[in-house]
């Protein structure tokens, strides 16, 4: 099981969780959508997921308020949406699709 978790991304796992994220989802703040992806976005991933690089300028998130009714008297009045950057997305996605290999391994049904 640990060989698997430890072995490097490959960029066919970036394109299927691009196809998993679907073109339809809310807007990033970034303005990138899921369904494109080229060769200097996908060498980028490849060096994210693989340890080659650092996440620190993409790991972020806009935390928005959004007015549910009306009414701005209290906090539950507004619904919290946090806005994530496509790039982190799709890197969680990735990482989110290895573990699912494995779960079933490390968390007993009882």
Avoid at 65 to 82: E, P
């Amino acid at each position: 099981m640990n060989e698997v978790l430890m072995e490097d991304f490959k960029e066919e796992e970036i394109k299927k969780a691009m196809k998993e994220m679907g073109s339809t989802k809310a807007p990033r703040y970034d303005g990138f959508p899921a369904h494109i992806i080229g060769t200097n976005i996908s060498k980028f991933y490849l060096k994210a997921l693989n340890r080659v690089i650092s996440l620190n300028e993409i790991n972020f998130t806009k935390i928005i308020l959004i007015l549910k009714n009306n009414s701005a008297n209290v906090m539950t009045a507004f619904c919290l949406i946090s806005l994530c950057s496509m790039l982190y997305k799709i890197i969680s996605k990735v990482i989110a699709n290895c573990l699912k290999m494995v779960l079933d391994d490390c968390i007993n049904e009882t």
